[in-house]
């Protein structure tokens, strides 16, 4: 018999937190539901306990120091990653768990799919599609919702998973650290639901937009590091040439080289476009054995199907 943990992570939800409860003892009857409260000033934590949720703190604020600390803190074998603000699905949750387990997979992503506008607001929904169009063509196309706050994961994925983020970028790193490690993994599709009323939502679009593109920008550098810093060497060559050439011509006109700062300006453009390709040469090499070691660890962890066994 597999050990399933639900993990919810909690921020001011007391109006939603006990739905959020109730449903997954419901759904997974034999799992245990983790609340993590994150500072909360409403009754969460009480709501929850009353539930029959296990309830824990994180002082660190955000989303990323919750997820790292339940990670770290949580013995199971199957994950069960869900807001807490009851938008998601719960009767979706066997179907998920049950494909992860016959399947072998590592993660099982939650796509979020609804025909509420208030649930998925057009703008939130454009800045996924976008976010997630990017990660795809980076890192690999295999989820159409990135940002999805509905997972289930296996033991090996939670516990090899670093856990840099702090806020909401947590989703993005989550993905990224299935794709880089070309993990098995699937998605299926979940009914997404409009908050229960009084519960409001903390996702800043414009401010939490940024930082998840900032994630991604990153996570280029730290995992692509040869193709990020040849596209940076190759803007800083452009502009180097595109300055010259006028200068260029001028000397073979005349012997002279009227504008001597441009030139040399130039000049330093051309060795930083140089310098910008070896440190991505030297980079990839580095970036190559780090991501050998976090396979080795990942596969030093038994993977569902093992267990199984």
């Keep these: 018999m597999k050990k399933i943990a639900v993990l919810v992570p909690c921020y001011n939800e007391?109006?939603?937190?006990?739905?959020?409860?109730?449903?997954?003892?419901k759904a997974l009857p034999g799992a245990t539901v983790y609340v993590y409260d994150n500072n909360s000033r409403d009754r969460t934590v009480e709501v929850a306990r009353e539930?029959?949720?296990?309830?824990?703190?994180?002082?660190?604020?955000?989303?990323?120091?919750?997820?790292?600390?339940?990670?770290?803190?949580?013995?199971?074998?199957?994950?069960?990653?869900?807001?807490g603000d009851a938008t998601y699905d719960a009767p979706s949750a066997p179907k998920?768990?049950?494909?992860?387990?016959?399947e072998s997979l590592d993660m099982v992503n939650g796509a979020r799919r609804t025909n509420i506008e208030k649930?998925?607001?057009?703008?939130?929904?454009?800045?996924?599609?976008?976010?997630?169009?990017?990660?795809?063509?980076i890192f690999g196309s295999r989820f159409s919702d990135m940002l999805s706050g509905y997972r289930v994961m296996s033991r090996r994925f939670v516990k090899s998973f670093p856990a840099l983020a702090a806020g909401f970028e947590t989703e993005t790193e989550l993905t990224v650290h299935a794709l880089e490690l070309r993990m098995p993994t699937a998605e299926v599709e979940t009914p997404y639901k409009d908050r229960p009323e009084g519960s409001v939502s903390k996702l800043s679009t414009f401010k939490d937009g940024f930082r998840i593109l900032w994630t991604i920008l990153v996570l280029v550098k730290e995992e692509r590091p040869m193709q990020f810093?040849?596209?940076l060497g190759l803007l800083f060559a452009f502009v180097a040439t595109a300055l010259i050439i006028p200068i260029f011509v001028t000397y073979v006109e005349t012997?002279?080289?009227?504008?001597?700062?441009?030139?040399?300006?130039?000049?330093?453009?051309?060795?930083?476009?140089?310098?910008?390709?070896?440190?991505?040469?030297?980079?990839?090499?580095?970036?190559?054995?780090?991501?050998?070691?976090?396979?080795?660890?990942?596969?030093?962890?038994?993977?569902?199907?093992?267990?199984?066994?």
């Excluded at 824990?56 to 919750?66: D, M």
């Excluded at 998920?96 to 016959?102: N, Q, S």
Aim: contains cysteine; hydrophobic residues 45%.
């Design 51 to 83: 539930s029959g949720a296990v309830v824990r703190t994180e002082p660190l604020q955000g989303k990323g120091n919750v997820v790292r600390r339940m990670f770290a803190d949580v013995e199971a074998d199957v994950y069960v990653l869900v807001d």
């Design 96 to 102: 998920m768990v049950e494909r992860l387990c016959r």
């Design 119 to 137: 649930a998925y607001r057009p703008g939130h929904r454009f800045g996924n599609w976008l976010l997630t169009s990017m990660v795809s063509k």
């Design 229 to 231: 810093f040849s596209l």
């Design 255 to 309: 012997g002279l080289v009227p504008r001597l700062p441009t030139a040399v300006f130039s000049m330093g453009l051309m060795i930083t476009a140089a310098l910008s390709l070896t440190c991505g040469l030297i980079l990839d090499t580095v970036t190559r054995g780090r991501r050998e070691m976090k396979r080795m660890r990942y596969l030093n962890i038994p993977g569902p199907q093992a267990e199984a066994d």
């Design 14 to 25: 007391e109006t939603a937190v006990a739905k959020v409860v109730s449903d997954f003892q």
